[in-house]
């Protein structure tokens, strides 16, 4: 089971899709979100989100700027106030 | 009765106000789905901390609240942020904005209130410094950027932010234009800070963890949801320019080839009677010989 991830800014909806894991920058550590993952709300750093597409793909990076990650049942949204690339 | 070369003069005047109006209304049109496609694609970001708010501020109340959630704890001075477009050939756009402003400033004034304005582009300023000279506080200029974005909302959300922090006012409230479609706009009022509480707290039982606390991040969401309802204001002021403009310069357009069309019927008869006349006059001499 894919986990769907959702990248949002101000401006505009940068991804939704369905990806095997993504790995966050939080706040207080990086943290990976698979399918599955407990309910988690955490705030982000400005860095790195890294969008693994399957399980051996090199990690697609994508610069990010203020904002939070929510996990939920539906799956892993991160609102970023600036995206960069 | 004008002569023949004053209405041919006036004739081209308004062919030439007319070509002026139809170019701003067909500019008009292709910024407006430009607008209103931004507009749109703001939308998901809103709902999602909409939503993320509701789910946040059912946990954390009380008087661990952030004061952006509880406010200050008074109902004295108000503010109030008028988001007008910085351009004009808008139709009665910012008269309509204008007009509530001054309404909502009539009937905190009424209960009480002081009230003081913040006026974000620059059509307000004129019609509402007439009316309230020395309520006009400070402003936010967006003329100087070609389309205010997120950057220009976080300017605005931060200084805001300041004064509340600085304890300059109470409430604040945000009056701009929403975008209904190209021939309506409503001037529409929400409360900006302290944030409204949300009505209807989501609940969805699952225990969420929250990293850091739950009122560490509600600290942090607060300020960004002022940024992201000025930014989603901004979007909406641009789009309601764009389509009043378009409706504006489309009866102006319509208007002119009335008057044109007019004019020249009253040059074609004066032409007429003046040929009229010569003849007369030519033939008059004529019978004489």
Do not use: W
């Not at chain 1, 790195?48 to 049942?73: K, L, M, W």
């Not at chain 2, 402003?101 to 009424?110: M, S």
């Not at chain 2, 003329?143 to 805001?160: Q, R, Y």
């Not at chain 2, 304890?167 to 929400?190: C, E, M, R, W």
Request: charged letters at 25%.
């Amino acid at each position: 089971m894919p986990l769907h991830f959702e990248l949002v800014t101000p401006a505009k909806l940068v991804r939704s899709e369905d990806v095997h894991m993504v790995v966050v920058p939080g706040t207080e550590g990086e943290f990976g979100v698979l399918e599955g993952h407990a309910p988690f709300m955490s705030t982000i750093r400005d860095g790195a989100v890294q969008v693994y597409a399957s399980a051996n793909a090199a990690p697609e990076i994508i610069q990010v700027r203020g904002g939070f990650a929510e996990v939920n049942e539906k799956g892993l949204t991160v609102l970023a106030e600036h995206v960069e690339g | 009765m004008a002569s023949l070369k004053e209405l041919k003069g006036r004739i081209g005047s308004v062919k030439s106000t007319q070509k002026i109006t139809k170019a701003k209304q067909m500019v008009a049109a292709a910024k407006l789905r430009r607008a209103q496609a931004a507009a749109e694609a703001g939308r998901p970001y809103a709902t999602r901390l909409a939503a993320v708010m509701a789910s946040l501020a059912g946990k954390v109340a009380g008087d661990s609240a952030p004061k952006l959630l509880a406010g200050t704890g008074a109902d004295q001075r108000h503010l109030l942020v008028v988001v007008n477009t910085d351009k004009g050939l808008c139709g009665g756009l910012n008269s309509n904005l204008v007009k509530a402003a001054k309404l909502k400033a009539r009937e905190l004034q009424a209960a009480g209130k002081t009230v003081e304005f913040y006026l974000v582009g620059k059509k307000g300023r004129a019609p509402l410094k007439r009316e309230f000279p020395s309520l006009i506080g400070k402003g936010f200029d967006t003329s100087i950027v070609k389309t205010p974005g997120f950057d220009e909302a976080e300017a605005i959300a931060n200084e805001l932010i300041g004064m509340f922090d600085a304890g300059k006012f109470d409430v604040a409230h945000l009056i701009y234009p929403t975008f209904k479609s190209a021939l309506a706009q409503d001037p529409t009022i929400n409360q900006l800070i302290p944030v409204p509480a949300p009505t209807v707290t989501e609940d969805t039982g699952a225990v969420v963890d929250y990293e850091p606390t739950e009122e560490e991040i509600l600290e942090e969401l607060l300020p960004r949801y002022v940024r992201t309802q000025l930014f989603g204001a901004l979007l909406e002021r641009e789009a309601s320019e764009q389509g009043a403009s378009m409706t504006a310069m489309d009866n102006a357009t319509r208007n002119a080839g009335e008057l044109i069309q007019k004019l020249t019927i009253i040059y074609n008869r004066q032409r007429q009677a003046a040929i009229t006349t010569e003849l007369i006059e030519i033939i008059a001499g004529a019978e004489a010989l």
